[in-house]
Nanobody, 116 residues
Framework: QVQLVESGGGLVQAGDSLNVSCAAE????????MGWYRQTPGKQRELVAHISSGGSIYYADSVKGRFTISRENAKMRVFLEMNTLKPEDTAVYYC??????????WGQGTQVTVSS
């Protein structure tokens, strides 16, 4: 079992930067990929970025060049640095991880609100 605890988020203005982070607890040795999804009311949860244990990174087109994902394997933490935020980035951001056995876990979500 893995538990994901997020921190960060909040209210910022368009153009500002904001960081969110996530720490995994429990059987962290089983974790391969860590990442972030986001969701707005009435829409499906969408993948923002993920990073594998080997360092392979994926970004959604909508955040490329503005967001940076990184991870600290020793403590199994993942970070999302969000720059040049836009109102359309407003969402609940969920930390996620997938184990080597392909089991996925989710954090509780943290709200990011970008005002125009």
């Amino acid at each position: 079992q893995v538990q994901l605890v997020e921190s960060g988020g909040g209210l910022v203005q368009a153009g500002d930067s904001l960081n969110v982070s996530c720490a995994a607890e429990g059987d962290i040795r089983t974790i391969n990929v860590m990442g972030w999804y986001r969701q707005t009311p009435g829409k499906q949860r969408e993948l923002v970025a993920h990073i594998s244990s080997g360092g392979s990174i994926y970004y959604a087109d909508s955040v490329k060049g503005r967001f940076t994902i990184s991870r600290e394997n020793a403590k199994m933490r993942v970070f999302l640095e969000m720059n040049t935020l836009k109102p359309e980035d407003t969402a609940v951001y969920y930390c996620t991880c997938t184990t080597w056995a392909m089991r996925t876990y989710w954090g509780q979500g943290t709200q990011v609100t970008v005002s125009s």
